[in-house]
Each structure stands twice: as C-alpha cells, then as structure tokens.
Nanobody, 121 residues
Framework: QVQVVESGGGLVQPGGSLRLSCAASGSIFSINFMGWYRQAPGKQRELVAGITSAGSVNYDASVKGRFTISIDNAKNTVYLQMNSLKPEDTAVYYC???????????????WGQGTQVTVSS
C-alpha cells in the first residue's frame, strides 16, 4: 500500500516562511514526478510547484521567486520551502506523487491527505 504523507503546514504571518515535506512510501518501483497543489475555499485545485526525478522544476507564476521545490529521490521525499508568504497563499496544500509499480509502465497519481497553510496577521 502506497502512502503519501505531508507535514509542515501551520499558521504563519504574512512575510513568514514554512517548509512542507512529503514522503511517499510503500510498494514503489519508481517515481517520476512529485509536486504540490493547493486548494483554497471555492477554488479549483491548482499546481503550485512540481519537480521530476531528473530535477526539472515548474512553478506557478504566483510563487516564483518565493517558493522552492526540491526532491530527495533516495527518500522519495519532496519539499516545498515557502518564503515571503502572502494571505493569498492560504490553502490546503496537497502533495502528489506519480508512482509506477513493478511490471507496469503507467504512473499513477497518489495524493496526500493535505496540510493546511494559513497566512494571516
């Protein structure tokens, strides 16, 4: 059974920082992508940042220069360093991992349970 578990969310003032972590575990053959989505009330879930196992990264324009995504392939763990946080960053942040299994070529999306990030003064 594959588990994807986030941690690191919390309450922070505008301008503050948080570091989110997400670890995938279980019967994993390989992971080719991990990333962070977020969903605010009344809005669709949107990609914040993603990174491939090869190290290619993409950021939503709203977080470029403020957030940094990184991956530890050996640990199947992705991190999101969030600096200069703004109230509009408030959302539930979800980790996603694209995971392949032995004997299968497809990568399946596995989601974490989400971690709340609240930016408020």
């Amino acid at each position: 059974q594959v588990q994807v578990v986030e941690s690191g969310g919390g309450l922070v003032q505008p301008g503050g920082s948080l570091r989110l972590s997400c670890a995938a575990s279980g019967s994993i053959f390989s992971i080719n992508f991990m990333g962070w989505y977020r969903q605010a009330p009344g809005k669709q879930r949107e990609l914040v940042a993603g990174i491939t196992s090869a190290g290619s990264v993409n950021y939503d324009a709203s977080v470029k220069g403020r957030f940094t995504i990184s991956i530890d392939n050996a640990k199947n763990t992705v991190y999101l360093q969030m600096n200069s946080l703004k109230p509009e960053d408030t959302a539930v942040y979800y980790c996603i991992a694209h995971i392949a299994y032995s004997g299968r070529s497809n990568y399946y999306q596995h989601w974490g349970q989400g971690t709340q990030v609240t930016v408020s003064s």
